[in-house]
């Protein structure tokens, strides 16, 4: 019984095989379809991940360029602050210097 539906199946397939074949045809579709939303998605992806790429390398650019400005505005600063030194030992040999005469010019205004 078993060899008779097998041989049946057989003969079957081989004088109909354009209805195998529109039964297939739909799963093919299914697949293809299932196979192109896949590779949609895989591109929609690959893309975000390239933009995000893009935004990284955009971000360590502008981040190293504020670094270099820091450290110009650093060094700047640094500059700035032994003028500021340079210019309160100055002030203070100065104030020196005008308090020593001052005390001079008493000195000899007294003992005439």
Known sequence: MKKTYLLL???????????????ATPAKT???????????QNDSLQ?????ALAFLDS????????KEQLN???????????????QNAKIEKLEADIKRLSQSSKKKS???
Do not use: F
């Open 72 to 86: 110009k505005q650093k060094l700047e600063l640094t500059k700035a602050k032994k003028q500021l030194s340079d």
């Open 30 to 40: 299914t697949c293809e379809y299932k196979l192109n939303e896949l590779k949609s």
């Open 110 to 112: 007294a003992t005439q």
């Open 47 to 51: 893309m975000l991940y390239y933009d």
């Open 59 to 66: 971000t360590v650019g502008m981040n190293n360029k504020l």
């Open 9 to 23: 199946a057989i003969t079957y397939a081989i004088l109909c095989p354009q209805s195998l074949n529109a039964q």
